[in-house]
């Protein structure tokens, strides 16, 4: 309703109580009811509130209505769609018919571009005329909306974005950029590509100029939502099936070039008692704690000779004693290649840092890999950048280290060629950290003197923009004060509230996001806008003041040169002041007000939620509110250098004690 409307969630709480002809629920539940998509219509339409629906929403309600659940409306959307990209015209003879023809011609057409896109057997199974019937206003819905945003493709990447996004929990994805990094450790000459945990295709998704492709997952939604995704994708040849890989395998036979994989993690129920003489398990019997040991030999058992497997594996695969068999035989025969960790944040579970295993097929004539590779990624991610990781230079550094195996030195605490001689104890344990010692912070004595000197620097800084001894007021000046709130603020016009959180990019485009965390932190904009459907995002302007919504605390921040023009991410609220009336930094320093934000924040169970509109700040002339501006800029940069001396004083701090420990630096000063 609020996407409809064009206002934020609380404006639509607010009607529903203040309006009693405001439509009643015709489902969901009590703290997350449904409503008809016609009646709220034809309600914002009442109100002048609602002018047109934009097309993208009208098509997001219709699969979200839909009788036989949103997953099936997806399957049947990206149907249409494959039949739009492949036979426009056939497409455009079948919608111009009435809808009780429609479904009985769709269903022919369907079966045959499904058939001759991925034969038969296939996980896309032909919706009958029956099952399309409901789905009519979606299907025509999606195709317009294909013809609006350039093409089928994004279409069902608008779509199916937009579901992945409203059930977060339902589904563990791949993120983009580590589905690059994956892919291109796999290798750009892979013709032949199998994915057998595929999930909603996002590793497959970032696989280029493969002639074949293979997937297979135990869920049938999302396996036919693979096919779909990725023949919108790719004119490659793809095959799917729907059934659970490591009991029912779709494609014993393959051999492909590479094989891609995010498995499922911890499974205890993955066929340990059926499967126990399964040829699969040439490299020794998973135990039943070692699901991700099955995975991996599955994925090894599906590659040609010399091919490449690449899996995300939870940490714990490296070390843990009940696997050390096997790890040991994959090292003797050179089948593992690199153990590579990844920092924390990299795909879920985000607060863990997983590893990638590669691997190789030895051939029968081929002598095993003498040395393992190791890289740890993790010290490559600055302090509190967990939200948003700097994949560029990590897929640099990554694939730097694999391509140059061998003949490369190695880069300290970064990447390392260890001897498979050396790891074979009684352990086995192929974590990196065990291998790659973390630099110290400091890098160097050099470098500790260095950190010493910046901290100096920014200590005396600090002495300087300490403020002075605060000049008491008489004690009636704050009640003679006339108060206004941001909300009256904005209805006069003296300034303007917009909610961030909303945006993409174009392709080829990356817009950086200003964060909560980076409001918070007072750090650079760390985020990037999704790429997809073109939608405008929230873009900040020198001056503009930016307050967190959730969490508590009283924040804000204004804009400067460097950060304006980045988009505004979630939970955050800005308010562009009129110069002429307003002083951004007066317009700040008062809503940063304890008093304030508690008497504007509400409580719920586990949060804390700030509604800007009732943060007040006094009527003051121009020239008075600059007065205080300049006041509330000064101590901002204090602020600003508190928070740098603390970072460089734990940085020297660490180092010192990593330097003192691993024997860089003597307990005493040279003289």
């Not at 796999?186 to 280029?208: E, H, K, Q, W």
Request: hydrophobic share 40%; net charge negative; glycine share 10%.
């Amino acid at each position: 309703m609020a996407r409809l409307a064009g206002v934020g969630r609380a404006a639509v709480s607010n009607w529903r109580r203040r309006h009693a002809d405001f439509p009643k629920p015709v489902g969901g539940t009590e703290t997350s009811p449904s409503f008809a998509l016609a009646e709220v219509e034809q309600w914002l339409r009442d109100q002048g509130k609602l002018a047109e629906v934009p097309l993208r929403e009208r098509v997001w309600q219709h699969l979200t209505a839909h009788p036989a659940g949103p997953l099936t409306a997806l399957v049947h959307a990206g149907c249409a769609l494959l039949l739009v990209h492949e036979r426009p015209t056939g497409w455009l003879e079948h919608s111009a018919l009435p809808d009780d023809r429609l479904a009985d011609g769709l269903q022919t057409a369907l079966e045959e571009v499904l058939t001759v896109r991925f034969g038969v057997p296939r996980s896309v199974r032909t919706p009958t005329a029956a099952d399309l019937e409901p789905s009519l206003p979606l299907l025509r819905g999606a195709a317009e909306l294909a013809a609006q945003l350039g093409g089928a493709r994004q279409a069902f990447e608008f779509l199916l974005g937009r579901h992945l996004d409203a059930n977060p929990r339902q589904y563990t994805l791949t993120p983009p950029g580590l589905a690059e990094l994956m892919a291109a450790l796999a290798g750009p000459s892979a013709r032949t590509v199998l994915d057998p945990a595929c999930g909603t295709g996002g590793l497959l998704r970032a696989v280029d100029r493969a002639d074949s492709v293979h997937a297979q997952d135990a869920d049938p939604d999302l396996a036919a939502l693979t096919a779909l995704r990725l023949a919108l994708h790719s004119s490659a040849e793809i095959r799917t099936a729907a059934a659970d890989t490591l009991r029912g395998d779709a494609f014993p036979g393959l051999r492909a070039d590479a094989v891609v994989c995010h498995p499922p993690f911890n499974e205890r129920d993955w066929g340990h008692d059926e499967l126990a003489y399964d040829p699969r398990w040439e490299y020794g019997f998973p135990a039943r704690t070692e699901s991700e040991l099955a995975w991996v030999q599955h994925a090894l058992a599906r590659l040609r000779d010399g091919g490449t497997a690449v899996l995300l594996m939870p940490p714990a695969v490296a070390s843990r004693r009940s696997g050390r068999r096997i790890r040991a035989d994959l090292l003797r025969r050179g089948a593992l290649r690199a153990v590579i960790a990844l920092p924390a944040g990299a795909a879920p579970p985000y607060g863990i840092p997983l590893h990638l295993w590669v691997l190789c097929r030895p051939g029968a004539d081929q002598r095993p890999d003498p040395e393992l590779l190791f890289v740890d990624t993790t010290g490559l991610v600055p302090d509190g950048g967990r939200d948003k990781l700097p994949w560029p230079a990590l897929q640099s550094a990554v694939l730097d280290a694999w391509r140059g195996r061998g003949d490369h030195p190695g880069v300290p605490g970064v990447s390392r060629s260890v001897p498979v001689i050396e790891l074979l104890d009684d352990d086995v344990d192929l974590a990196p950290a065990r291998h790659l010692p973390a630099p110290a912070p400091g890098g160097s004595a050099a470098g500790l003197e260095d950190v010493r000197e910046r901290l100096g620097a920014t200590l005396r800084r600090t002495m300087e923009l300490t403020p002075p001894p605060a000049a008491p007021a008489p004690s009636a000046a704050g009640a003679a004060r006339t108060l206004t709130t941001v909300g009256e603020l904005a209805r006069a016009g003296a300034l303007q509230l917009r909610a961030g959180g909303a945006g993409t990019a174009p392709a080829g485009h990356p817009v950086a996001v200003l964060t909560e965390h980076d409001v918070l932190a007072g750090a650079a904009p760390s985020g990037t806008l999704p790429d997809g459907p073109p939608e405008e995002p929230v873009l900040t302007e020198e001056g503009d003041v930016v307050v967190p919504v959730l969490g508590g605390g009283s924040v804000a921040r204004v804009v400067d040169a460097a950060t304006a023009g980045a988009a505004l991410g979630r939970n955050l609220q800005l308010l562009r002041a009129d110069r002429t009336a307003l002083d951004p930094w007066f317009l700040a320093g008062f809503l940063r007000g304890t008093a304030n934000n508690r008497r504007a924040s509400s409580y719920a169970s586990t949060a804390t939620r700030l509604d800007v509109r009732r943060l007040r700040l006094p009527r003051l002339p121009l020239a008075e509110q600059r007065r205080y501006g300049e006041r509330f800029r000064a101590l901002a940069e204090f602020e600003d250098a508190l928070r740098l001396a603390g970072r460089l004083g734990e940085q020297l701090v660490q180092g010192l004690y990593d330097g003192l420990a691993d024997g860089t630096v003597l307990p005493e000063r040279p003289e």
